[in-house]
């Protein structure tokens, strides 16, 4: 008497083999996914970026120094045809007729050069720039501090200064002027009503200059917010009254 086969037909083991091999992929593609849009290991990741104040540069109106100017000498007469003309030989036995005098050319008046002007004073027009609004920055959904800062430059460019700045890194993070009162438990409020992105948060800690748009208008804007964009969350804001 012959054992009896127990084991599944293959067609049921293929099926199984199939099932766990797309398991495996999903998985994968799974945690891959995640890992792209939640970027975990920016939790321990931080970088300094520091700055200088932005000022304008200077404006200067040099002189210009006008070469000294010198009169032409004047130049000598031309002798006249008189007193270059000699009288003819007197005949013999004839006195000789006396000889007109040549007088000598007159001297040149002596060359005077022109003083020199003095350079006219160098106007410089001031670089410090004028502060618009500041505001001490407020926790979000990450611990945020530091103070933000509006800046106009006497050339008319604004800025946004981050000073003494340190928050989290995460994915997609920038740096907005909103309409929106800073702090408070709504973390995600900011793109509810009108803002201004100033592009990606340069660093994590340190003190950071932010060009605003030269047409961007700022009546009514109330915040500087660090707004993560992957997950429509503020890290932190700071109160600007504008």
Not at 83 to 108: F, I, L, N, V
Not at 154 to 159: E, I, M, N, V
Not at 179 to 198: F, T
Not at 223 to 232: A, E, L
Request: aromatic fraction near 6%; include cysteine; proline fraction near 11%.
């Amino acid at each position: 008497m012959t054992g009896l086969d127990t084991r599944p037909p293959s067609s049921t083991r293929s099926r199984k083999k199939a099932i766990w091999i797309t398991v495996a992929v999903v998985a994968v593609v799974g945690v891959a996914v995640g890992l792209a849009l939640f970027q975990p290991w920016k939790i321990f990741t931080r970088n300094t970026v520091n700055e200088a104040a932005p000022v304008a540069a200077a404006v200067q109106n040099d002189a210009v120094t006008a070469p000294a100017l010198t009169a032409p000498a004047p130049s000598a007469p031309a002798p006249s045809a008189s007193a270059m003309s000699t009288s003819a030989p007197a005949a013999p036995g004839t006195s000789a007729p006396a000889q007109a005098e040549t007088a000598p050319p007159p001297e040149p008046a002596a060359t005077q050069a022109a003083a020199p002007e003095p350079p006219a004073p160098v106007a410089v027009a001031p670089t410090e720039p004028t502060t618009l609004a500041s505001g001490t920055f407020v926790d979000g959904e990450h611990a945020t501090s530091g103070t933000a800062t509006i800046l106009q430059l006497p050339d008319g460019s604004r800025f946004v200064r981050l000073e003494g700045f340190s928050t989290s890194d995460g994915p997609d993070v920038d740096v907005w002027v909103t309409d929106q009162q800073a702090g408070g438990d709504d973390w995600g409020k900011y793109d509810d009503g009108r803002y201004v992105s100033l592009g990606d948060l340069k660093g994590t800690d340190g003190n950071q200059n932010y060009p605003i748009p030269a047409d961007a208008d700022l009546a009514g804007l109330t915040s500087v917010v660090i707004w993560c964009d992957r997950f429509n969350v503020a890290f932190g804001s700071a109160p600007v009254a504008l």
